[in-house]
């Protein structure tokens, strides 16, 4: 298999667009997006409802047609062809199964339609069904299933037919917390057993994070943001990313000064300092904006020595504290008025134990704060 991680396998693309873009009328669902995808990646579309995840998968397979750009896949420009014409299957957010058809009926609807012979459908039904962990309910009627099992059902249609990249559009949106949980992993395992490319949209953060080998940020019709699961979520390059996924507290300013890899960013009369990274240096008093994962947060009863514990603070007196089990979330707001999130490991001792109306300080490690630019 290809570097899923980067996406830079040494082969051709699994899938590329290039400058791909639909518009209905005056709006612009989707604005000139390039992408690459690997072959055999797990890669997730993620990203607000209508922000055009979906217009993305759709185009990829063929459902509508582009007001601009190509689509190249295995490195064939399929840009006009119909869905039938490429190598792609379809894995609905509605379970679009056929209530008068056996289980086995529904996985093998797509093999009846290329006439395949009738023993060989068979086999080939009662292998997928063993591989999506249905063995045994080929007889069952699909209304007889769960919400779970009737997703088995038709992962493993769409997974019969061989193609080389499965779409699936927001595939565990009708399921409860808990079963979609556990399907995470189960689709996670499928792909990786059957080896081929996944394309995966959700607006569930924790969904994505869960099986996605890298994750493309989606919204306002722009491609916001591609990069392996562990950097979007650590190391956001742009503020959309940073504000979506995961908790992070945002403070907008200006660029101070860059110091050794730090950046000083002035708040009206405060600063806060935030490692730059890999960014391209802003310019000096231009607007820019942090941010700072909750968890990397820590709430103190006294202002730390920065020279000695390399923490950096900000004052501000305590709201309320949401015990959430496992963390507890405390709420504190600035002289500014911005309310800040720090969540905190309950079990874990915690260096100031506040009351509501205290002051308190909000400290962090530069390393541990994201510069934005945009």
Not at 82 to 106: C, E, G, I, W
Not at 166 to 182: M, N, Y
Not at 289 to 314: F, W, Y
Request: hydrophobic share 40%; proline share 5%; with cysteine.
């Amino acid at each position: 298999m290809n570097d899923a991680s980067t996406g830079t396998g040494t082969g051709t693309a699994a899938v590329e667009t290039i400058g791909l873009g639909k518009n209905y009328g005056q709006v612009r669902a989707l604005k000139s997006v390039d992408l690459t995808i690997a072959p055999g990646e797990y890669f997730v579309l993620l990203g607000p409802s209508g922000g055009g995840k979906t217009t993305l998968l759709r185009l990829i397979g063929g459902f509508i047609r582009p007001t601009a750009g190509r689509v190249l896949l295995n490195g064939r420009d399929v840009s006009h062809l119909p869905p039938d014409k490429r190598s792609t299957s379809m894995v609905f957010q509605s379970y679009a199964l056929f209530p008068h058809m056996t289980v086995a009926q529904n996985v093998g609807y797509g093999l009846r339609l290329r006439k395949r012979p009738r023993d060989e459908i068979q086999a080939e039904v009662e292998a997928m069904l063993d591989l999506v962990g249905l063995a045994g309910y080929g007889g069952r009627r699909t209304f007889e299933l769960s919400g779970g099992q009737q997703q088995r059902v038709q992962l493993a249609r769409a997974l019969i037919l061989k193609s080389d990249i499965l779409l699936l559009d927001e595939p565990l949106a009708a399921l409860d917390a808990q079963l979609r949980k556990d399907m995470c992993f189960e689709l996670k395992h499928l792909q990786e057993k059957v080896g081929i490319t996944f394309i995966h949209v959700t607006h569930n953060q924790e969904e994505a994070m869960a099986v996605a080998d890298r994750i493309a940020v989606v919204a306002g019709g722009d491609l916001v943001e591609t990069a392996g699961v562990r950097d979007i979520y650590e190391h956001p390059q742009r503020r959309f990313t940073a504000g979506f996924v995961g908790e992070r507290n945002i403070f907008e300013g200006t660029l101070a000064s860059v110091s050794d890899g730090i950046a000083t960013v002035r708040r009206g009369e405060r600063t806060i300092a935030a490692a730059i990274g890999s960014l391209a240096r802003p310019p000096v008093g231009g607007p820019v904006s942090v941010s700072i994962r909750s968890e990397s947060l820590e709430l103190l009863d006294a202002p730390p020595d920065t020279s000695a514990t390399g923490l950096h603070a900000l004052e501000g007196t305590y709201v309320e504290g949401a015990y959430l089990g496992l963390v507890t979330r405390h709420v504190v707001r600035l002289a500014s008025g911005q309310e800040i999130g720090v969540r905190a490991v309950t079990a874990r001792p915690s260096a100031a134990n506040p009351t509501p109306g205290q002051t308190v300080y909000v400290a962090w490690r530069p390393a541990d704060a994201a510069l934005h630019v945009a």
